[in-house]
């Protein structure tokens, strides 16, 4: 039962479970076979070997950014860019070369430091030509050459590149529009939290069902990585003015035209929405369901009554944790239960532990830590076992 070249064995192994020629049990053990027998060696690379190479590929790149440092001022021009090019070229070379010996592990480290070489090379270049660039194209040229790489070499690490540089370009040139106009680069921070959060919605939302394909996998852990800071500077970047400091002067878009607000807002929501339709196609409604609750959030009563806005944050987990029920993902679920954990406690030592005596609000505080959590707990693996076949 082996699924046609070149096609998706996860959309495959969909399609056979929904005929009801599989269970979830023969396409878990089908694709752990497959996965077992990758690059036709009969095992992939174990933790160990990916720990060992993660760490040598860290230290050939630290190494060797010391060593150019080191040297660099004594480096003509043309031999300083010579050298950019040449360790660029050879990283990829000798992934090139260990990758035909039968090393794709190895292989995939190089390419990965070779990329982040890429970066670094696109912005050394400007600096050895003393180039007057507007300096967020630097992070455009250098996520354009993680998407070439990663349509050459279907990598993860081009991935990752691609995925954090891409919306750190979008992000660098809203901060100089913003600045442009307004005459300070601490603007907009609203916007571009809007567009962060959404952006790690739309990562951990690219796995689908139980099977999921390798790409996706990538984007699963880089959304879920990010979905913490993402959920944070939301929060940050909306609260009253009520005493607490905040990060900057401004709210959403303070010191912005209307029609750069209007651009604003349109990238940072209208471009991961777009991002989630083209992973997920009509199944994207969740990322408007969660747009939904972030503009909703911005109400007058939920900002202006404590309670009501813990409890707005508490609906924001249970709705992550529901979402990974009707698609069998548990680490949604999971994450839900941890945002609705957070607040539960957040709620109770912002508004309760400072009115009662200390021991009251220690005991208090391991009740609800105990208790809440025992309850949580419950209510988690009762979702879990809920959605399974």
Do not use: C
């Not at 089908?30 to 009969?42: K, L, Y």
């Amino acid at each position: 039962m082996a699924a046609p070249p070149n096609v998706n064995l996860a959309e495959w192994l969909r399609r056979w479970r929904d005929a009801g020629l599989i269970d979830a049990d023969t396409a878990a053990a089908i694709t752990a076979f497959e996965a077992g027998q990758a690059d036709g060696v009969g095992a992939g690379p174990g933790w160990a070997l990916r720990v060992v190479l993660a760490v040598g590929a860290v230290s050939l790149g630290a190494g060797v950014l010391l060593f150019v440092s080191a040297h660099w001022e004594a480096i003509a021009p043309a031999g300083r860019f010579a050298l950019v090019l040449a360790l660029v070229a050879g990283l990829h070379g000798l992934g090139v070369r260990v990758g035909m010996r039968g090393l794709p592990a190895l292989a995939t480290a190089l390419h990965g430091v070779g990329t982040v070489a890429f970066g670094a090379g696109v912005h050394l270049t400007g600096q050895i030509f003393h180039l007057a660039a507007h300096w967020p194209l630097g992070l455009l040229l250098w996520s354009l050459g993680a998407a070439a790489g990663w349509a050459l070499l279907r990598q993860w690490p081009q991935l990752v590149v691609l995925a954090l540089v891409a919306p750190a370009w979008l992000a660098a040139e809203w901060f100089s529009l913003s600045a442009a106009e307004s005459g300070s680069s601490g603007t907009g921070e609203t916007v571009l939290a809007a567009g962060g959060l959404l952006l790690a919605l739309a990562y951990l939302g690219a796995a689908r069902g139980a099977v999921s394909s390798p790409p996706r996998r990538v984007l699963l852990w880089l959304g879920g990585l990010a979905l913490g800071p993402a959920s944070l500077a939301w929060l940050l970047s909306t609260l009253p003015r009520n005493g607490i400091p905040l990060p900057s002067e401004s709210s959403a878009t303070a010191g912005a035209s209307p029609t750069l607000a209007v651009l604003g807002w349109t990238v940072a929501t209208g471009g991961p929405l777009l991002l989630g339709w083209w992973l997920r196609g009509p199944g994207v409604w969740p990322l408007g369901v969660a747009l939904g609750w972030m503009v909703a959030g911005l109400a007058g009563p939920v900002q202006q009554v404590t309670a009501l806005r813990f409890t707005w944050w508490a609906l924001g987990g249970v709705l992550l944790a529901l979402w990974g029920a009707r698609e069998e993902r548990p680490e949604r679920i999971n994450l839900g239960f941890v945002a609705v954990g957070l607040t539960m406690m957040g709620y109770y030592v912002s508004e309760v532990f400072d009115k009662l005596g200390r021991s009251a609000s220690l005991i208090g505080l391991g009740v609800v830590l105990l208790l809440g959590g025992w309850l949580l707990e419950r209510l988690r693996r009762r979702l879990l076992r809920g959605r399974r076949p």
